[in-house]
């Protein structure tokens, strides 16, 4: 049974970068989609930017284009999110997810294998 094991998060003021990881244990992502989700007490689990892992496509929500990027370091076999201009609002629990197939889906049922979350808190 495959695990996915998310590392990196913290506390960070506004302004400042955090990377995620995000890795597979037991089973290879290779030629599966990859993505990070958050969620808060508050909202739902959302979609924050995905990856398909032998092509490199990428997806983002609107919110973080330009301040997030997500990429895969093969030579690791790791999935990073790198997180500049971080703001109050990315504060989140955020999970990486792992689907078999080949559509960057955004919907949360879709992805079959998940991992615990890492706390993402950004304030001064």
């Known amino acids: 049974q495959a695990q996915v094991i998310e590392t990196g998060g913290g506390l960070v003021q506004p302004g400042g970068s955090l990377r995620l990881s995000c890795a597979a244990s037991?089973?290879?992502?290779?030629?599966?989609?990859v993505a990070w989700f958050r969620q808060t007490a508050r909202t739902e689990r959302d979609f924050v930017a995905g990856i398909r892992w032998n092509t490199g496509a990428t997806k983002y929500v609107d919110s973080v284009k330009d301040r997030f990027t997500i990429s895969i370091d093969n030579s690791k076999d790791i999935m990073n999110l790198e997180m500049n201009s971080l703001k109050p609002e990315d504060t989140a629990v955020y999970f990486c997810?792992?689907?078999?197939?080949?559509?960057?889906?955004?919907?949360?049922?879709?992805?079959?294998?998940w991992g615990q979350g890492t706390q993402v808190t950004v304030s001064s």
């Open positions: 997810a792992a689907r078999i197939g080949t559509d960057l889906s955004t919907v949360p049922a879709q992805y079959q294998f």
């Open positions: 037991g089973r290879a992502f290779r030629n599966h989609i």
